[in-house]
């Protein structure tokens, strides 16, 4: 680049800089650009993410055992207790609530086993002895057995009767002497309960000795074997559930008060640290008891300061929420202006932001002692950003959100060095993505950035293997479940919010697309001016690092209102004259604007993504038909008199627009026009191909047809550049080869049908 070219681009430079904040903010209309929105969706975001953050998480929740102490030695201010550790703690009064004794009381007399056989016992000794529906009354016996029972001699039904109550009687006492219990004795755990006699007396009974219902059927089963005949067995087995009535009765409100007063003599803490004890030193390894410390020192304060805890921990969170969420908005508003002032864009990435935070807390609320901070899925996050932002977003967000993650789950730097590997990693694999199977192959680097980092602190705190194995397990099922995930949310996405991501903008690079064959159809020369666009736009996007999948989809679509009036543009002018030359400039002038209108319509007909749209009138942004515009001047020049002159509207030769709004629109327009220059000029000539593009980016830039997209000058060398690489030699010329003489020729021939022999 010369010394003359040089100075043209700062002067370009210069004026591309004078875009302010101001234009920026006010680029559109309605929600989506309202300031009063953006400060809603901020402030919500904050305050909504601040409510993840437990108020009183512990500072030293995620220190662990084995790790070494890094900060000044700490001291003990004042005497305090060391607790136990919750689980800890809450294990023990669990182990002490099932080894608390439970207490039964004793049974009604009045309703037992042993009242029945009294009551038999008396009807035997009455004259009631002979009467079937009192003894089936208190016994109980079905119809069958009563009629074979009074089937037998007076003196013979006595004596069997009799027998039946001797045996059952005997049974009875003997069990209820030991205790029958309304319960299944396997529920019992303990080796001894408690018999509630009354309010002053109790009695302790073995475990072991206690009867229950199924050690009470066992035994009269074995009765009846033993002692009874057929007639015998069959009334006594009647007698059975009379008989079945437990002397000792659970007593659930007893056994809770007795399992309370068990958790109560739990002991809470491990001892005493004095004042002026030193709790830990700088670089000393933390023992289980050094965490205990730490930890019962931190309760401590918050018993002290208790009053003010909550409103400055709440307030403290809010400022961490805040200062962590402002490292993705100063990247916005600096770098990524136009997602910034987009309200639509800037509600979706912040709410990745409280998606994270969410996944965030609930996996740090489980009580579990699994490594489950691996399903945060920051990396399909970060491929989400990536797809549907860009690689540079999603590195500052997923350095955002790894944070984030680390914050909630209180300083867990483990976590954040990890999801900031695995994520930047994940999001670089689908930086140019080209097919949806491609995601899949994040999985593997997803699974480098989890090992690197789980494999580092392992070593560094001597890690178990089998501790570090299950932390590789569920970093695995994380790596697999990310993108799927990734895949699932991107499919909704493109459905219900019309989000149109690179994988669906590769659908419509497909030259068999039905619009593309009709422009080949209809306006052959434009396609083939389409197809050349499309590979200076391309070559010259992935020069400057931009979107190159969507500026060349954009290309292949730019000029595709031109298949209705296909014969007024001169590449389709083929053997058929200028139209242009019969009718006025004004007309010609409609004609040519016309076909961007014609476009929108054809595009909105074949439903293409608004992504695609934007191109067809921002190629030629605001433009001034400069040919046309020229020949009405020497139009009216002509016909203008000393009394009369006549002038032209330059707004009648313009162009409706929108301009560029994006690197890659602007990309178009200036491919678009060095396209259609190199038509007329030499472009084996570098110098003058190198003229006629700076004098196209000049006039765009002249035209402040450019201050809309945020291309830097030194990316605009870099399209410049690209396009001068495409395009030199391509109207280079082949040799002419000399005609072989007639004897040579015939000399020849021989020589080749001597070699085929």
Aim: hydrophobic residues 45%; aromatic residues 8%.
């Amino acid at each position: 680049m010369g010394k003359g070219e040089q100075t043209l681009f700062e002067k370009l430079e210069t004026e591309l800089e004078k875009e302010t904040e101001e234009e920026l903010s006010t680029s559109g209309e309605g929600w989506r650009y309202m300031r009063s929105v953006r400060i809603g969706i901020i402030t919500a975001t904050t305050i909504l993410v601040t409510v993840f953050f437990p108020l009183n998480r512990s500072l030293y929740q995620q220190l662990s055992v084995g790790a070494e102490w890094q900060q000044e030695s700490l001291v003990a201010e004042v005497n305090f207790p060391i607790y136990k550790p919750k689980m800890q703690y809450d294990a023990e009064v669990r182990i002490a609530q099932e080894q608390a004794t439970p207490v039964f009381l004793a049974g009604n007399e009045n309703d037992s086993g042993l009242e029945v056989l009294n009551e038999i016992a008396q009807i035997l000794s009455s004259k009631e002895a002979s009467d079937p529906a009192q003894i089936q009354r208190v016994t109980g016996f079905s119809v069958e057995n009563l009629a074979r029972l009074f089937a037998l001699p007076d003196a013979r039904r006595i004596q069997k009767m009799r027998h039946i109550l001797q045996r059952c009687t005997a049974l009875q006492t003997a069990v209820y002497r030991q205790g029958l219990i309304d319960i299944a004795r396997p529920s019992v755990k303990t080796a001894q309960i408690i018999l509630r006699r009354s309010a002053t007396v109790e009695e302790v009974l073995q475990t072991t000795q206690l009867y229950d219902s199924s050690r009470f059927r066992a035994a009269f089963d074995e009765m009846l074997r033993q002692d009874f005949d057929d007639v015998e067995r069959a009334l006594a087995a009647d007698l059975l559930p009379k008989l079945l009535r437990p002397n000792i009765l659970f007593s659930p409100a007893y056994t809770q008060e007795a399992q309370r007063l068990a958790a109560e003599s739990v002991p809470k803490t491990l001892g005493m640290v004095r004042r002026g004890e030193t709790i830990i030193a700088k670089g000393e390894t933390i023992s289980a008891l050094a965490l205990n410390k730490l930890r019962s020192s931190e309760y401590t304060r918050f018993l002290y300061y208790s009053e003010y805890q909550a409103l400055g921990s709440f307030a403290a969170n809010l400022l961490h929420a805040a200062l962590i969420y402002s490292i993705l908005l100063v990247y916005l508003y600096i770098i990524r202006k136009r997602l910034f002032y987009d309200n639509a864009q800037l509600a979706g990435l912040s709410a990745v932001f409280l998606v994270t935070g969410f996944l965030a807390w609930i996996v740090s609320i489980i009580p579990t002692q699994l490594p489950l901070q691996y399903f945060v899925m920051i990396p399909a996050i970060a491929m989400l950003i990536a797809i549907v932002y860009d690689s540079r977003t999603t590195s500052i967000a997923t350095i955002s959100l790894a944070l984030l993650a680390a914050a909630i789950r209180g300083r867990d730097y483990e976590i954040a060095l990890a999801m900031v590997l695995a994520g930047t990693f994940a999001g670089y694999t689908v930086r140019d993505l080209r097919s949806r199977t491609q995601l899949f192959q994040s999985i593997g680097f997803i699974m480098i950035g989890y090992t690197v980092s789980a494999a580092m602190f392992a070593l560094k705190y001597s890690t178990p293997i089998g501790l570090l194995g299950l932390q590789l397990a569920f970093a695995a099922l994380s790596a697999v479940l990310s993108p799927l995930a990734t895949f699932g949310v991107l499919y909704l996405l493109e459905r219900m919010f019309k989000i149109t991501s690179d994988l669906l903008l590769l659908e419509y690079d497909n030259l068999n697309h039905p619009l593309l064959t009709e422009l080949n159809e209809k306006a052959p020369g434009t396609y083939q001016h389409t197809l050349m666009v499309a590979r200076l736009a391309e070559s010259a996007a992935l020069a400057i690092d931009a979107n190159s999948i969507l500026v060349k989809v954009g290309a292949l679509f730019h000029d595709v209102g031109k298949v209705r009036k296909a014969e007024y543009f001169v590449e389709n002018q083929i053997n058929i004259g200028n139209k242009h030359d019969k009718i006025s400039p004004y007309k010609s002038a409609a004609i040519i604007r016309q076909h961007v209108q014609e476009g929108l319509v054809l595009g909105q007909h074949y439903k293409l993504p608004q992504r695609i749209i934007d191109f067809i009138p921002m190629h030629h942004g605001t433009m001034l038909i400069r040919y046309f515009y020229v020949k009405a001047l020497d139009e009216a020049a002509a016909k203008s008199t000393p009394e009369q002159e006549l002038t032209v509207a330059e707004e009648d030769f313009r162009y409706t627009g929108p301009r560029p709004n994006s690197k890659e629109t602007g990309i178009l327009m200036l491919a678009d026009a060095v396209e259609a220059v190199s038509h007329v000029i030499d472009t084996n000539d570098r110098d003058e191909l190198e003229e006629a593009i700076d004098k196209i980016f000049e006039e765009r830039f002249a035209d402040k047809q450019l201050e809309e997209c945020d291309l830097t000058m030194q990316e605009m060398a870099l399209i410049r550049e690209s396009f001068v690489k495409n395009l030199l030699g391509t109207g280079h010329q082949r040799v002419k080869y000399k005609a072989i003489p007639k004897e040579e020729k015939e000399d020849h021939r021989d020589e080749v049908g001597d070699a085929a022999e």
